[in-house]
């Protein structure tokens, strides 16, 4: 089955950018839209942004002026960078596959996250 | 965006008991919603999609109901391994949205 899996530091000064990376294993990253979210420790779910097969991609309105999505399909990876940090950004950064059924879209399977802390 | 707010926040319950958690979204998102459960220190799990199908390999005694903007989950006879955080999520609008979270507790 398709596993996703997270890489990238785990620490990040503030001010600067964060970058992560999916690696998509178990299938082909073609034909569908892969999402980042985050959570806040002890807090709820944040959608920030997604990305198609094909490129495209959508943001958070709330996130859309510091954050890149990207996609390379040779590598079945995409990636996120956040820049201009702050501690506000320390979360369990998760990556997803949207599966849909009409026009409603669902996240399964997800990552197993991994913890990002902003810190100095 | 539109705002989708769980309730109870929290709620105690015991082994058997049959509980109801619901969302509500500040605007119409159709049948838009799915539901995940998450327990601690691991990605959420999807179990129900848009609105009431459950997802390949959920037990049976999840359900969900509801369209429009009032939506429930229902667990019908709670198990040990039920004891979870439970959130719901819209993708009416692109701007995909989850709810505050519902932590389901042992009584």
């Known amino acids: 089955q398709v596993r996703l899996q997270e890489s990238g530091p785990g620490l990040v000064k503030p001010s600067e950018t964060l970058s992560l990376t999916c690696t998509v294993s178990g299938g082909s990253i073609t034909s569908y839209y892969w999402s980042w979210i985050r959570q806040p420790p002890g807090k709820g779910l944040e959608w920030i942004a997604d990305i198609y097969s094909n490129g495209s991609p959508y943001y958070n309105p709330s996130l859309k002026s510091r954050v890149i999505i990207s996609i390379d399909t040779s590598k079945n990876q995409f990636s996120l960078r956040l820049s201009s940090v702050t501690a506000a950004d320390t979360a369990v950064y998760y990556c997803?596959?949207?599966?849909?059924?009409?026009?409603?879209?669902?996240?399964?399977?997800w990552g197993q996250g991994t913890l990002v802390t902003v810190s100095s | 965006d539109i705002q989708m707010t769980q309730s109870p926040s929290s709620l105690s319950a015991s082994v058997g008991d049959r509980v109801t958690i619901t969302c509500r979204a500040s605007?119409?998102?159709?049948?838009?919603l799915n539901w995940y459960q998450q327990k601690p220190g691991k990605a959420p799990k999807l179990l129900i999609f848009?609105?009431?199908s459950l997802q390949s390999g959920v037990p049976s005694r999840f359900s969900g109901s509801g369209s429009g903007t009032d939506f429930t989950l229902t667990i019908s006879s709670l198990q040990p391994e039920d004891f979870a955080t439970y959130y719901c999520q819209q993708s009416y609008s692109k701007e995909y949205t989850f709810g505050q979270g519902t932590e389901l507790e042992i009584k």
């Open positions: 605007q119409t998102i159709n049948s838009y």
């Open positions: 848009a609105a009431s």
């Open positions: 997803a596959r949207e599966s849909r059924d009409g026009y409603n879209y669902w996240f399964d399977p």
